[in-house]
């Protein structure tokens, strides 16, 4: 399988067979919650929908996989996302096939969406690779396959020998995975998660160096610290996780 | 007010409030009611105060019954502005006292008070408009600024004629200023002591309250103690009060023999306004002493005393035309009359001088309020909305308060401290470290109002939190302390004994060390521990300009992250080891003085100053509630959604104006490249290291690519690796990139045919080393020479090139082929490396 990544998105081409452009936690109408958390801000549906018919045309993809919080607010339908959903779905339908893994966000999504739209929130495996939201243990079949996921927001902040040189950025992944802490038998092949970024553009995000000791899902418990892999949203790669968390790390760069 | 009295007894019929009286401060207004009572009763005229603290009930009775003359705050004329009662009252105005009008003017305050004054005469008419100032270079500005273009006269009464100011040095110890001040205020009957902030004044407070004549007041305390303080202070039962700007505007607490000034003033207006409390009429002569606590400080109190005398008040400098207060006076206009045609505004702002030239930012700035809902737009007319209200009611001042965030130890649940908004806004991230109470601790979580924290371990990039703005010390002035420095005629300046001891063994040090005193014609760059501290006497503003723009071309060019923390006399850079004074120096003199502002906007954007003036304009504009909790967005990433508008624009104009003199530090520069201004490299000198530096910043490198550069460079630099010599075969060697030689030989042949093996290859010296290989150990052979044979004509670079994760000897070598250099050799070695990941890794 060949991944592409895509930074304008941030959203990751897998092509095997079939090719899956793949977005996670875009938080339509996360306007709204905000305006009552103090941030008056305009709607950026728009600009989020832009975004993706922008990496659909560049990808050209058979499926568009959206990993799950499509929408933000729980447990209600905001006003501003009864307005807008139907029009930023249908602009995407348009284009091509659409699937979602539903997420915490998502109740009541079904009301907006085909039932065929909508896979099993404990992940489903599409052309060889496994995909769930993440909020949830992964359902058994997924065991010994790459597991992509959102819901975990990862971030990277860079330091040099000063200070923080790179502030929030937002990364990715890529972890082998303790399969007993997801409840899952052990494979041959190791059974490995790819955690992608939000393409929600406010997100503060969960720096990468705590995802593990955060406790925001099973799957966070499960990597594997020591060679899990951080890559930036181009695909750039950074340096194992266990290396940006030692204290080596912040030893002067030459 | 005795004309105004006059006025109003003659006045056919009064009706509302026939006067407004206004001042800046509650305090002010308490002690002028109680002034003005005894007036007002016996010339049978009503008088009310109305400001924050005034209750309900007073406050109905004022609606129902107003007093002929109302005392009140710039703030609350907005609020009385929102009822229907209360703007009729106003309907009746005639005149209006603005007392200290200096120091509204000076600021947003002011611009929003000369809006209200309009808006006010739309229901009364013209008024009589009086302001009282203190002292200022510029009193035609302030009364601009109270009259618009209407005609005005100036009344000046001659202050610097009546001072007698004296500079004392108070020694290098705390207990040694102390006495000082007790034999400053010794048999003088009574006396005020204004320090600079809080906390000396709680230091100064606890060695001189057991002596039970003095008193602390600052506004910290709460209204009571302040209050008790005043009133025994002006019965003569205290004899002095230690003080903070609490006390500057003129709260009358009976008669002040003498003032002392405990550190430097840091301006001449703040000194004269402050000596000016001690004989308070016109015909006695105000004496003060400064008590000065270091070298900077007794120089710079030397030059102010001196330039007090002389008259050389610095100038107001009100802002023009301020877009946040724009944006907040048509919402106010707004609610005030439900609706209302733009031409209509554009009246009232014409009349207001410090917008009266507003022009499209009136336009600009309705766009964006309907974005934040807090207006409609119908045709050429505004609506109110419902929103509208609720902003006004929470944004009726135009001074930026800070909220406190509760620091929380996630081990003890312990609060170990408080944080300011700024700090928070410009700083905490989950996972940053910074230092608070001696010690480090990591942010875990960002909640309402407090942050947890856990002890960190050493690290960098760590910062020391601060507490609140300082007051900047002028351009000019620091340049006379410069210019003092050099001419060293301290005698001139009325330096006394004690002083001049001190400062001739300071200067002495000097010398005997061999560091050149750094004066307004010598700029020192000297190497301290951490960076460099570039020594310069160009006052807050310029230096923090310079200094800025310095770091922005440092971080661009050598891809570092650049801390700097800035004072009237040096600008400290935070830098790695590999950035040196003299790089420091080539890129000063690669700078041009008239474009250090457009640097300046390059790279404002992600330092903690930008990001908590765009928090701070943002809120006045309504996209922000005051309460708004920062645990719901990337403030990081929020600033790009300002991008290109008119806050954006509002946050620079600020910046530009209040916090940098990119002008000023354009003419340093210019004096530099002149040759006018020399500029030498020297060891850390007394004078370089003496600290205190108020503002600190973190300025990041400008590209993002360096960034990751950086951490590539890092990350390569501890990566294993194993030599092996291919010409001999006998000898290996396994270390880090770091350690590795600019070309390696091996020890045992002296041959250059090294080649460079991933630690996770390790074997393959075996299989290089048998006498019979198979075909597949010949290929890994074959692989091994072609990797030698890159390190011999390649040298490091070749090594640094095979690091690469999943970099072979075919992908090192179409690096090689590129010649690239610097950071573009490193793009090069990412570029495999994704394509690696992308093409031939197993997903």
Known sequence: ?254 | MLPIFHSLLTMKERHGFSALYITPLRSLNRNMLSRLTWWCGELGLSVGVRHGDTTMAERRKQVLKPPDLLITTPETVQSMMMGSRLRQHLGGVRHVIVDEIHELADGKRGVQLAIALERICEYAGEFQRIGISATVGNPETVGYCLCGRRPFAIVEVPVASRLSLQVLFGGDRFDGQVEKIEDAIQGRGSSLVFVNTRSVAEAIGHHLIPRGDVEVHHGSLSKEVRIDAEDRFSKGQIRTLVCTSSMELGIDIGHIDHVVQFGSPRDVARLIQRVGRAGHRIDQISRGTIIATGFDDLLESLVIARRAVLNKTEPVVPPCCPADVIANQVAAIAVERGECGIETIRKIFSRAWPVSDCGSLLDDSISRMEEHRLIRREGDRIIKTGRARKYLTTNLSMITDERKFRIIDYVTRRTIGTLDESFVVGWIHTGAVFITRGRLWRVLEVLEDAITVEPAPKSMGELPSWEGEQIPVPFEVAEEVGRLRRTRNFSEYGADDDSLAYINRILSEMEKNRTPVPTDRLVMLEHSKEGVIMNICGGHKANEALGRALSILISARYGTSVGIEVNAYRIFLRLPKTVRAQDVREILFSLEGEHVEAILKIAMKKTALYKWKLVAVAKKFGAIDSDAEYDKISLHRLSEHFDGSIIEEEVYRELFSRYMDAGAAGRLITRIRSGDTEVQIGALSIIGSEGLFSSRDLIAPPDMDQAVIAALKRRLNAQEVILACMHCRKWKRKTILERVEEHPECPKCGARLIAAVKPYEEENIQIIRKKTKTPEEKDVEKKMLRSANMVLSSGKRAIIALAGRGVGPDAASRILATHAHGDGFYKEILKAERKYITTHRFW
């Open chain 1, 1 to 254: 399988m060949i991944p592409r990544f895509l930074s304008e998105g941030p959203a990751l081409l897998l092509k095997r067979s079939i090719s899956v452009l793949v977005v996670a936690d875009t938080h339509l109408g996360v306007e709204s919650a905000l305006d009552s958390a103090g941030w008056h801000l305009k709607s950026s549906s728009e600009s989020r929908l832009q975004r993706i018919l922008n990496c659909i045309e560049v990808t050209d993809p058979d499926l568009l996989l959206i990993l799950g919080d499509l929408k933000h607010s729980v447990p209600r339908i905001t006003w501003q996302e009864h307005t807008e959903l139907p029009e930023f779905l249908d602009a995407i339908r348009r284009n091509v096939d659409l699937r979602l893994l539903p997420g915490n966000h998502d109740p009541g999504i079904e009301r907006y969406m085909e039932a065929e739209e909508i896979l099993n929130k404990n992940g489903v495996i599409i052309d060889g690779t496994g995909y769930l939201h993440g909020h949830t243990y992964p359902s058994p079949d997924l065991a010994g396959h790459l597991i992509v996921a959102g819901h975990h927001h990862p971030v990277i902040h860079l330091y040099d020998e000063v200070g923080c040189s790179l502030r929030g950025t937002p990364a990715y992944l890529l972890s082998e995975v303790n399969e007993k802490k997801l409840r899952m038998v052990e494979t041959d092949t190791p059974t490995r998660l790819l955690l992608v970024p939000a393409f929600y553009e406010y997100a503060g995000g969960i720096d990468i160096r705590t995802i593990p000791e955060s406790g925001i899902s099973p799957l966070s418990r499960s990597i594997r610290i020591d060679t899990a892999e951080v890559f930036l949203q181009d695909g750039t790669y950074i340096d194992t996780l266990g290396s940006l968390r030692s204290e080596a790390h912040y030893r002067p760069s030459a």
